[in-house]
């Protein structure tokens, strides 16, 4: 079964931004190292979703890196320039999960900076909202959903 593109890159955006949400929450609760993760895979799959939309193939689901996915984006607008810094939350994939990168070190004691958590929201924010303005197509498809989600529960009013 062939999945609709604007729907599937619709769901990645919205995984997106709701992991982006979390990570926010968990940098204000001082869980720094789970904060850096999952602003790194907000940026991932933002980036995915703006990827799939433009190439409607499931290729862009293969990598993890932010860098490469940028490189991919800017390909096809060069708007995406504006995000190269943001390749810096691919240090976060990794190393903020796996005591054994860390030599010596815990992730969840090692990462304890809140400055260094508000650069990752501010990169990761970076990204999302790009993708946001540059794929309109998300915004329409997310108002059809709400709408359809309404009108099946009849919370329409039909005038």
């Known amino acids: 079964m062939k999945r609709n593109h604007e729907k599937e890159a619709l769901r990645w955006f919205t995984q997106a931004s709701d992991e982006f949400n979390d990570a926010d929450d968990l940098r204000k609760m001082k869980k720094f190292y789970l904060a850096l993760f999952h602003f790194q895979q907000a940026g ?15 290729d862009v689901f293969y990598t993890h890196s932010i860098a490469d996915l940028s490189i991919m984006a800017i390909e096809i607008d060069s708007d995406f320039e504006v995000i190269s ?6 240090q976060y994939y990794i190393s903020t ?3 054994n990168i860390l030599p010596g070190g815990i992730p969840s004691r090692f ?4 400055k260094e958590a508000e650069d990752a929201m501010l990169l990761a924010k970076k990204i999302v909202d ?4 540059k794929s309109s197509i998300m915004l329409h498809i997310r108002w059809l959903t709400i709408r359809s989600h309404f009108s099946s529960h009849h919370y329409l009013l039909h005038i």
């Open 130 to 133: 790009l993708v946001e303005a």
């Open 111 to 114: 990462f304890d900076d809140p």
């Open 97 to 99: 999960r796996y005591p």
């Open 44 to 58: 991932e799959k933002a980036l995915k979703a703006f990827l799939y939309l433009k190439l409607k193939s499931r």
């Open 85 to 90: 810094p943001t390749k810096k939350l691919d």
